[in-house]
C-alpha cells in the first residue's frame, strides 16, 4: 500500500513526528552576528522559524508575518524556498528587513505599513503586481498565504525594569542599541492600557485571517510577563483567547496547542533579589491556530 499523500509539509513521517514534541531549545548564533539586527530589541532565531516553515509549508509556499522586526522570517523564507512577505511598522527595521534579502532567491518583500491595515485590500493595491510575480495568489484584492508566522510586541515589558543590576536592558542602552521598538503613537508596544493592547492586537490577526488560506496554519510567539505592580500577565493565554474570539460570522482561528522555546544560553538576571521571587523567563510559546470555515 502506497503511504498517504502528505498535503501538509515535505516531511517524512519520522521528520513530523520529531516536530511535534511541545518543547525544543533554540539559541541562534545569528543574533550576534551584526549591529543592524542587534539593534532589533526583541527579535527571534532564523532556524526556529525555518523549522516551523518546515512543518506548515511546502517548499514554494507563501508566508505572511505581520510584524516582520529586521526580517528573520523573511531570511528563513529566503533560505528555505519559501516566498516571505514582512510588514514592519518601524521605518529603520523595515530598510535593514529589505537589505537582508534584497538579492535573496525566491524573492522576499518587506513592507513598512501598520498590521492592522492588512485585511484590507488598499493596503495590498499597489504591491499586487509584484506579489503575484513572485507567485503569491491573490482572492478579493487581497493576498493568500499558506502560512503566517509572527512575534507581536509583548506589551510594555521591554519598558518595564526588573531589578537595579546592570540588566540587558541596560547593557543595550550603554552599546547604543534600541531598547524599545519606538516611540509612535501607532506603535502596538506603546500602549499602556492592557485590556486595549489585546484588543488591538486582535484586530492584527483577524485581518490576517482573511489573508491565510483556509486549513491552513498561524504561529504567533509569545511570552507572559511580569507588570511593573508585580502581577505576571498571563499575555500568551489571554492573547490565545483574543486571537480565538471570532465576531460576526465567517472564518476563525482555532487553538490547535503550543510549541514552548527554550533559551537555553539566554543570561540569567538576579531580579528580586534578596526581598522576593522573580523568574528568569527563558521561555516563549509558539501559540499555533488553524483557520477553520
Known amino acids: 500500500m502506497a503511504p498517504p499523500r502528505n498535503e501538509l509539509n515535505d516531511l517524512t513521517g519520522r521528520e513530523w513526528i520529531k516536530f511535534t514534541r511541545t518543547w525544543f531549545v533554540c539559541d541562534s548564533p545569528r543574533y550576534w552576528q551584526n549591529r543592524d539586527t542587534e539593534l532589533?530589541?526583541?527579535?527571534?532565531?532564523e532556524e526556529m522559524v525555518a523549522d516551523f516553515l518546515g512543518f506548515f509549508t511546502k517548499r514554494g509556499g507563501a508566508v505572511l508575518d505581520p510584524f516582520a522586526g529586521s526580517g528573520a522570517t523573511l531570511v528563513a523564507c529566503a533560505e528555505n524556498g519559501r516566498a516571505g512577505v514582512g510588514v514592519e511598522l518601524n521605518a529603520r527595521y523595515a530598510r535593514t528587513a529589505a537589505q537582508r534579502v534584497a538579492e535573496a532567491s525566491p524573492a522576499q518583500t518587506a513592507i513598512r505599513g501598520d498590521a492592522r491595515e492588512i485585511g484590507r485590500a488598499e493596503f495590498w493595491r499597489a504591491r499586487r503586481e509584484a506579489l503575484t510575480a513572485a507567485g503569491i495568489?491573490?482572492?478579493?484584492?487581497?493576498?493568500?498565504?499558506?502560512?503566517?508566522?509572527?512575534?507581536?510586541?509583548?506589551?510594555?515589558?521591554?519598558?518595564?525594569?526588573?531589578?537595579?543590576?546592570?540588566?540587558?536592558?541596560k547593557q543595550r542602552a550603554a552599546k547604543g542599541l534600541d531598547t524599545v521598538y519606538s516611540k509612535g503613537r501607532n506603535d502596538l508596544g506603546n500602549i499602556a492600557d492592557y485590556a486595549e493592547f489585546l484588543r488591538e492586537l486582535g484586530r492584527v490577526f483577524r485581518a490576517a485571517r482573511r489573508c491565510v488560506k483556509e486549513g491552513k496554519y498561524l504561529v504567533v510567539v509569545a511570552?507572559?510577563?511580569?507588570?511593573?505592580?508585580?502581577?505576571?500577565?498571563?499575555?500568551?493565554?489571554d492573547l490565545a483567547r483574543e486571537i480565538v474570539r471570532s465576531p460576526g460570522r465567517g472564518a476563525r482561528w482555532q487553538f490547535q496547542g503550543e510549541?514552548?522555546?527554550?533559551?537555553?544560553?539566554?543570561?540569567?538576571?538576579?531580579?528580586?533579589?534578596?526581598?522576593v521571587f522573580v523568574p528568569n523567563y527563558h521561555h516563549h510559546y509558539c501559540l499555533i491556530f488553524r483557520k477553520q470555515a
Request: glycine share 8%; charged share 20%.
Open 137 to 169: 495568489e491573490f482572492r478579493r484584492g487581497l493576498p493568500q498565504f499558506d502560512f503566517a508566522i509572527t512575534s507581536p510586541p509583548y506589551w510594555q515589558m521591554l519598558r518595564t525594569s526588573r531589578g537595579g543590576v546592570f540588566s540587558k536592558q
Open 40 to 45: 532589533h530589541p526583541a527579535r527571534f532565531p
Open 259 to 275: 510549541r514552548i522555546w527554550c533559551q537555553n544560553t539566554k543570561q540569567l538576571g538576579i531580579w528580586g533579589y534578596p526581598k
Open 223 to 237: 511570552q507572559n510577563l511580569r507588570a511593573p505592580d508585580g502581577d505576571v500577565r498571563p499575555l500568551a493565554w
